[in-house]
């Protein structure tokens, strides 16, 4: 896909990847259409920003919200070509710790969030026959971890979702798109983790946010339906299907570190 003019919305664009991401498409030509409950960080997300674009305060887990907001981009703007859902936190805490509102809240951003931005966006791009929607899970949606229980579940829920919607979507013209990222280096740990313990175990594997939104950029040019990031991980995820009570086994010193 060439991204020349093409309208974009970002939802969580207000920091982190959804703001690198921005950024990059708007220097392809985009038109990036900017998503999240804080104008202020909005605004300074946009000041950033090269090109043309598109800013509405938007929290996903209003329902009203969402659906008003997508309403009033497609009237200004005519067309929604791609649709980024980036918006989630996460937490960091043994089951035993969490009070089942918490495990609620973070289902209703991290996964129904995707969903109401999602039914805003598809019979549109049913309408006209093309599109793409981009749904930002995690590796944690494919290895779970101690201390991550409700923030796996959660992307586990968003690949569920995906993969399913890209069978139903398949000769639609619309592309479904997950891109599945290993530990970040955003303002994600400061909720997820705020002793900064994890975030110093993992810190010879963490990725920079713009190595992220290059790889998603390049995911929507090249139209791919998935991505595993680091891209040694996506071997490791391959066994780990083959052999999962095996390799939960071998790698818990590894991968249990929150």
């Known amino acids: 896909m060439v991204l020349q003019d093409k309208v974009v919305v970002i939802t ?57 907001t997508f309403e009033a981009i497609l009237a200004e703007y005519g067309r929604i070509d791609i649709l980024l859902n980036n918006a989630g936190y996460g937490k960091f805490a043994a089951f035993s710790e969490m009070e089942s509102r918490e495990f609620d809240d973070m289902m209703d951003v991290n996964y129904m969030g995707i969903v109401r931005c999602t039914k805003a966006v598809v019979p549109h791009m049913l309408e006209r026959g093309s599109g793409q929607i981009v749904n930002v ?81 390049k995911l929507m040019e090249k139209g791919k339906e998935e991505v595993d990031l680091p891209g040694f991980a996506a071997f490791g995820i391959r066994l780990y299907g083959l052999f999962p009570r095996l390799a939960d086994k071998l790698t818990y010193n590894a991968m249990n570190r929150k």
């Open 12 to 68: 969580g664009a207000s920091s982190g990847i959804g703001a690198l991401t921005a950024q990059m498409l708007s220097k392809r030509g985009a038109i990036p259409i900017l998503l999240a409950r804080s104008e202020d960080k909005l605004q300074d997300t946009a000041a950033g920003i090269p090109g043309v674009f598109g800013l509405f305060v938007c929290d996903v887990s209003d329902e009203a919200a969402v659906v008003r």
């Open 137 to 217: 899970a995690s590796m944690a949606g494919k290895i779970g971890t101690a201390r991550a229980v409700a923030y796996t579940a959660t992307k586990h829920a968003v690949l569920g979702f995906t993969n399913a919607l890209r069978q139903e979507l398949r000769k639609s013209g619309i592309i479904v798109s997950a891109v599945n990222p290993g530990p970040i280096a955003t303002e994600f740990f400061k909720t997820a983790d705020p002793s900064g313990n994890y975030e110093k175990s993992v810190s010879r594997i963490m990725m920079t946010p713009q190595h992220v939104a290059a790889k998603i950029v």
